[in-house]
């Protein structure tokens, strides 16, 4: 049965009031009927919670119209050094508008860089860059002496900060800011750092330079092509322009094209920088293009938030450019391992058809002798690492970068060193729920708790030469998703308590034998089908998924063969009516409780589905009983199926149907007949079931075992050739081949007569329930789940001011 909802061996009846505290029986029972509080009143919910939030929801959308980037003074002190390259000319600047916007853009501190507001103690020595290269480029034409005066007192207060191990560092800082300081002796700038200090960085640079390639050699030259502005007159022109990209630049970086073409007067490196100015007129960024990637993360965030509904439109027409971007090989995505890999999990997810062969280039030795290799980006290896979890069949590639990108975030992980890329704690916290809860687990409700609980500005902060802050950061978006959180979260507590109700009204809390796990049935609905629409769909799902147990319980350990076969018979007949008909007042209870809700659903289905559906929900009911009576049969004749007559029969009595199936029909799309009962709909539902069978079996194998309970893994040893851990290991193999398939069928479309996709993702929220009741253990004993299923349901988002 459904996750310990289990089936033969349950666990002795628990309390009720273990996870979520049912309604006491002296509250009025109102029994939900079609037209009742549950159906009209969420009906009517304004489901942007406020005019606050409509509004925001419009400036959110503006973020999907082009990236815009936060100005790099480094950068643009770099464009600002670059001399005409005329004889008559070489002492004037060739850019002067980016000399004009450094003269006009310090700020009250001195520096240059980052605002105040968001720059963090530990991002000194990306002030100290930035500051030291618009000094430069001012005293390099003789302008500002009152800025440089001012620049160089900023640069004399914090210069503690080169020393200081805590700071976060820039890439390439070792190599390019000595670098600077070679330049300024030049300019015959003295510059307030004691000469050990310079010395030292001097020397540390050096030992960089000189060190060996060994075996990522190409990722090194990559690298030092990328820090050139550190090497400048030493540097080999010729290895550096290999890196050239169609636009003209080097790696999109406006600092590395600027003294590329200072040295060489590149046409190409011309046409870019020119493009960068027509772009931002006076300044630079610290990457440019970066249209795909900034567009994509935006998608990402606000998935990661669950308010992705609210920009249906706009995250379609966005996919659907990216797409051909994909299709025509875009170097803006294949040159660039974190947005290749976003792209194609985005792109998966939304159900685009891509193949996982453009990952190639990402195994582990391409990766490593790559510039992100080298630098061990540990966002590019998270990106890898969660489009890897995006597999729907058999592919290689796919499953050589989930392996070596876990092995290396957890080595990462453990050793400190995750925390040093970048500002915040943003990139370790994202590592530890990636490999703590893989795709196929998180919930999607879990995932935007934990993502708005640590959201920040800083989180859109990427680390470069100098760190680039596109607009994925807004506060806008943050307080929509908390918003949307609580109005989901407050209509949840209300159909919860009517559930509560609903089973005092029914008798179910009456029944000795039967566990009362309302409030497990109920989170796994409400952490997957949050949106205030889908509120039919949710009690159906909880009412069917508390049947199921009480029915499970009911076949393995509270009911006579006598009373199993008279509910089997009451529910083939669907029309009895009076005591007569029931051998038992357990079976009345049962039969009548199953019967109601049957009939209740079928009325909420007939106003969405324009016909009548209640009988497809009643044969539904009539599968599993019967599926559950063939096992009490089993057990009592002490008959050993075989495998395969084991898992046809089994894949029933797990007791998903029930809780699904009917769902589908009230998450919107019409469902015509020819659908629901059709090979794609048959795939689906199998699938889902085969795979909560063997997870059921393969967690509960140590109890099955000692309770004599036949499962998937005791016949696997029956048939002899196996040891147990074999055997464990075989079904493990199944179950993940299993999950590959249905993925691929969730995701990708099957033409107009296919089940729409709102529906098919019912089967995978069920699975990734299975898979996350699963983690540990048999279930419903897992006190996590307890902890996490309050959090959903009964914990509001409070932000802070």
Not at 231 to 255: E, T
Not at 354 to 359: A, E, Y
Not at 460 to 467: E, F, G, H, I, Q
Not at 523 to 552: C, H, M, Q
């Amino acid at each position: 049965m459904f996750v310990c909802f289990s089936m033969a061996g349950s666990q002795p009846p628990m309390s009720s009031n273990s996870a979520f505290p049912l309604v006491p029986a002296a509250i009025p029972a109102t029994c939900r009927e079609p037209g009742s509080l549950l159906t009209t009143e969420f009906s009517n919910t304004n489901l942007f919670a406020s005019y606050d939030d409509s509004r925001r929801i419009q400036r959110i959308k503006k973020m999907f119209d082009e990236a815009q980037l936060s100005v790099s003074a480094y950068d643009t002190a770099w464009m600002a050094m670059v001399p005409t390259p005329t004889s008559s000319m070489e002492d004037s600047p060739f850019f002067p508008q980016c000399a004009r916007w450094i003269l006009d853009n310090q700020l009250s501190d001195g520096s240059w860089g980052l605002p105040l507001p968001c720059r963090g103690p530990s991002l000194i020595k990306d002030a100290l860059s930035s500051t030291l290269a618009c000094i430069l480029a001012l005293q390099r034409w003789g302008l500002g002496e009152q800025q440089v005066t001012k620049g160089l007192r900023f640069l004399d207060f914090n210069s503690a900060s080169l020393k200081d191990q805590k700071q976060h560092v820039p890439v390439g800082f070792d190599i390019i800011f000595p670098g600077m300081i070679d330049y300024a002796r030049d300019l015959g700038l003295n510059l307030p750092f004691k000469s050990t200090d310079i010395e030292a960085m001097l020397d540390k640079r050096n030992v960089e330079l000189t060190s060996g390639f060994g075996r990522n050699a190409e990722g090194r030259r990559a690298y030092l092509a990328y820090v050139s502005e550190g090497i400048q007159h030493s540097q080999d022109w010729d290895m550096v322009m290999k890196y050239q990209r169609q636009n003209g630049s080097l790696f999109n970086s406006p600092s590395t094209t600027a003294v590329a073409f200072s040295h060489l007067q590149d046409p190409d490196c011309l046409r870019y920088l020119y493009a960068v100015l027509d772009k931002f007129e006076n300044s630079a960024p610290a990457i440019y293009p970066l249209d795909i990637r900034s567009r994509l993360s935006v998608i990402d965030t606000l998935d990661s938030l669950g308010v992705a509904r609210h920009f249906t439109n706009e995250i379609k027409m966005l996919l659907d450019k990216t797409y051909q971007c994909w299709l025509q090989g875009d170097e803006d995505i294949f040159l660039d391992t974190t947005t290749c890999a976003m792209a194609f999990r985005l792109l998966r997810v939304y159900g685009y058809d891509v193949s996982s062969d453009r990952l190639s280039p990402f195994s582990e030795d391409c990766f490593f002798n790559s510039l992100e290799g080298y630098l061990k980006d540990k966002t590019a290896v998270l990106e890898l690492h969660k489009a890897s979890q995006i597999i729907y069949r058999k592919e290689p590639i796919l499953e050589e970068i989930s392996s070596w990108t876990m092995n290396f975030l957890k080595q990462e992980f453990c050793n400190g060193s995750i925390y040093v890329d970048q500002p915040g704690d943003s990139i370790s916290t994202k590592v530890h729920d990636a490999l703590s809860y893989p795709y196929h687990v998180d919930l999607d409700r879990l995932g935007h708790r934990r993502s708005i609980h640590h959201y920040s500005d800083i989180d859109s902060t990427w680390t470069l030469k100098t760190y680039c802050c596109p607009n994925i950061g807004n506060k806008d978006v943050l307080k929509l998703a908390a918003d949307d959180f609580n109005l989901c979260q407050s209509i949840q507590k209300k159909e919860l308590k009517q559930l509560g109700r609903w089973i005092i009204e029914n008798k179910l809390d009456k029944l000795s034998f039967a566990r009362q796990k309302l409030g497990y049935c109920y989170f796994s609905a409400a952490a997957t089908l949050y949106a205030p629409e889908l509120s039919d769909a949710r009690i159906s799902w909880a009412k069917n998924g508390v049947l199921t147990t009480v029915v499970d319980d009911f076949f393995d350990v509270g009911g006579s063969m006598e009373e199993l076969v008279n509910l089997v018979q009451l529910l083939e007949n669907w029309e009895v009516d009076g005591s007569t008909d029931f051998c038992s007042e357990q079976v009345e209870v049962l039969f009548t409780a199953i019967r109601g809700t049957i009939r209740e659903i079928g009325d909420m289905a007939l106003a969405r589905q324009g016909r009548d559906v209640t009988r497809h929900i009643n044969d539904i009911w009539v599968e599993l009983v019967k599926s559950m009576l063939k096992e009490a049969e089993w057990s009592k004749n002490k008959c050993v199926p075989t495998m395969e007559e084991y898992m046809k029969n089994a894949h029933v009595s797990f007791a998903l149907g029930p809780i699904v199936l009917p769902a589908l029909y009230l998450v919107g799309p019409k469902l015509s007949e020819e659908m629901v009962s059709g090979a794609e709909y048959k795939n689906l539902y199998e699938g889902m079931s085969t795979c909560g069978r063997l997870l059921n079996d393969w967690r509960g194998c140590p109890r099955d075992s000692e309770q004599g309970t036949v499962n998937a893994v005791s016949l696997l040893l029956l048939e002899g050739d196996r040891t147990l851990d074999d055997a464990v290991e075989e079904v493990r193999e199944a179950i993940e081949k299993e999950r590959k398939q249905l993925l691929r069928l969730v995701l990708l479309e099957e033409g107009e007569k296919g089940m729409p996709k709102c529906c098919k993702q019912l089967f995978w929220n069920m699975t990734k329930v299975l898979h996350l009741f699963y983690m540990k253990d048999d279930g419903f004993t897992n006190e996590d789940i307890v902890n996490v299923a309050k959090s959903i349901v009964n914990e509001p988002i409070h932000l802070a001011p």
